[in-house]
C-alpha cells in the first residue's frame, strides 16, 4: 500500500449531494481540493469525474496516482434503504428465530403502543438450523451435521440466494464447525458469498453476533461490486494505483479486504470527517472538540477528547444492531437538503427528509417544490447566488415562491420570519446531537471548540456554538472537502476481538495473555500484508469489562503490558463513573472479551500552512444578508482566498470560497491561523 515517493495521492468522499476531492503531492505537500455533483444513480460516474477534475486543476496525469482512497456510503445506504442482497443464514439448532426475537426494547423516541418490530434482513424461511454444538470454552460436543449443511446449501442455491451467513453458536471460541460450513457450501453452492461470524464478529450475544453477521453478508455482495466496478473503471483512465476504503474505525483497508468485510464499512464518510476534525484541531491547537459535519442530507457529530475519538463496539445502522468497532458517530437528519413543512396543525417541522441531490433544493431548478435549509439561506442573503465557483447557479426567486408559498403564508409569517425559523429549527435539532454526544455523556460542551465542516456546516456554527455556550468556532481552511483530508491523513487500521470470560478474583492471566498472543499475531501478520513497516505500526491492548450480574461492557485500554489487573480495573470504574455518575469500587469485576486495534501508517500528511501574509481584507462584495434579532444588514462579502495569517474579519460577514461559505455573525470576530483555519469568537 506504501505510495512511491514523489507522485500524488488522491482521496474521493461520496456524499449525498457532493462527491469531494482532494489531490496532494507527496514531496511539497501542494494540496488542491475540487467538488463535483453525486450521481445518485452510479456513484463511479461522479467518483470518475471527480477524479477527472482533480487531475485538470493540478496539470498531472493520470499515471502520477500512487494511491486512491475513498470513503464510501455503500453499505450504509444498502441496510437503511432495504436494497442489500438476498441472504440466507445457517445457525445452530434452536436458533432459527433468533432475530426475530432480538432484544425485548424499542426505539428511545418511538411510542410503546404504536410500534411495529421492522422487518429482518433474513426471513426465517431463509433460515437454517444445523446440528452440531460447541461449548463456551470452545470443545466440541457435538460433529457438525454436514447432511443438514449440503441440504441447505442446495436450497438456498434453488431459491437464488447467493450470499449466506453461518453463525453456530460459541464459534468465537472453536470456529472449526463454522469454516467446515463454509466449505461444505461453496462445494454445493460455488460462487456464492459466505460471511462467517467467527471472522465478522467473534464475540458472545448470540442477537447481536448474528446481526452483524448477516449485515455483512446482506451488504457483501453489492459493496463487493462497486469496488469491482470502479477498480475497472481507473484501469481505462491510466490509473493503476492501489484503492483503499475507509472504514467505521477510522483506518483504511484494501478493496481487497472489503469484499469480505463489508460491513465494516458502514460508516466509512463520516469516519474520514472526524479523523479530518482531529487533525484541524491538532494544527489549532485544541486536543479537545466536537465536529459536526453537514452535508445535503444529513449532520454527524463526534466528539474528539485528548485528541482521540471514542470508538464505540455498540453501534447501530438504521434499526439494527452493529458492534463491530466504529467511531462514535451520531447521525440526524438534517442537511442543507432537509425539507421544511407545516403540519395539518400548523406546525413547521425541518428533515429528516431531504431533497438530496436529485431534485435537491428548490433554488436549484431541477424539479424540487418543498422548500429546503439550503432554499432559506439563500433567501436570507446567506449564500451566494452561484455555488462552485460558478458552476451551479442558484435561483433566489424560486426559493422566496416555494418559502413563501409552504411555509410563511400557512403560518402568517413574513418571508424572513418563516426562512429564519427554518434554520432555528434545524440548528435546535443539531444542537440535541450535540448535547447527546456531550452532555449525556458526562462532559460540558463549553469546555471543548466546535469544528463545523461539510458543504453547510460552517453556515451554521457560530448559531450552534451560542446556543451550547461554547466559546470558540474552528472553521477549517478546506471545510466542505475535510472528509478528504481525513483520508489523506488516515492510517491502515484493523481490529480483533475474542470473548474470554474471566471472573473475579481468580483471573487466568496465562490464558489472557495466550488469546492476547493470538490476536497480536494476525494483527502483525495483517499489517506485514499491508505493507506497513515495523517501526510504523501500533497494536493496543483492550478489554471489555463490567460487574458481575450487569449487562453492558465498557471498554477501556489495558494499560500495562504485565497483564496485572489493578490498572485495568481503576480504568473501568473512571469510565462508568464518568458515564453513569457512579461507580462500585468493592464490586466484583468481570473481564468479558479482549480486543487488539492494530494500526499503521503508511504516508504522512501535514496540514500545508497558509503563505499568504498582510492580505487586504476589503470585501469583494456587499449585499443584504438577515439577522436573527438585527434584522436586514448590508453585509460585507469576503473572498477567503484574500485572507491571509492574521487577517481579521469582523462580524456581521460571509466569508466565501469554493467549497463553502462561513457565517461570521454580529458581535463576533474571526481571525486566520497559520494554516488558513478560521478562529471564530463572540466579542461581546
Known sequence: MSPRAGGHVIALDVGGTFTDVALVHEASGRLWVAKTPTTPRDPGDGFIAGIDKALRLAGVEAAALRHVLHGTTTATNAILEGKGAATGLLTTTGFRYVLEIGRHDIPRRANMFAWVKPARPVPPELIFEIDGRVSVDGEELEPLDDAAVRAAARHLREAGVDSIAVCFLHSYANAAHERRAASLLRDEHPGCAVSLSSEVLPVFREFERSMGTVLNAYVQPLVGRYVARLEERLRPHGISAPLSIMKSNGGVIGAHVVRTQAIHTALSGPAAGVIGARRIGEAAGFADLISVDVGGTSADVCLVRGGEAEVTVEGHVGAWPLHVPMIDIHTIGAGGGSIARVTEDGTLTVGPESAGAQPGPVCYGAGGEDPTVTDAHLVLGRIPSHLLGGEIALDVERARRAIEERVARPLGLTLAAAAQGILDIVNNNMVGALRLVSVERGYDPRDFVLVPFGGAGPLHGADLAALLGMRTVVVPRHPGVLSTLGLLGTEVRNDYARTHLQKPPDYDLGA????????????????????????????????????????????????????????????????????????????????????????????????PRLGRRNPSRAPSARRRVYFAGGGWTACPCIERERLGVGAVVRGPAIVEQLDATTVVPPQHRAIVDRVGNLLVRRTS
Open 512 to 607: 489472557v495473555a495466550a488469546v492476547y498472543a493470538e490476536l497480536e499475531r494476525r494483527a502483525q501478520a495483517w499489517l506485514a500484508a499491508e505493507g506497513v513497516e515495523p517501526a510504523a505500526r501500533r497494536v493496543t491492548r483492550l478489554a471489555d469489562l463490567r460487574y458481575r450480574h450487569q449487562g453492558f461492557e465498557l471498554t477501556v485500554p489495558w494499560p500495562e503490558r504485565d497483564l496485572t489487573v489493578d490498572a485495568l480495573i481503576a480504568g473501568f470504574h473512571e469510565r462508568h463513573r464518568r458515564l453513569y455518575t457512579y461507580a462500585l469500587a468493592d464490586a466484583p469485576v468481570e473481564i468479558v472479551t479482549l480486543r487488539v486495534a492494530a494500526a499503521g501508517r503508511v504516508r504522512r500528511f501535514t496540514l
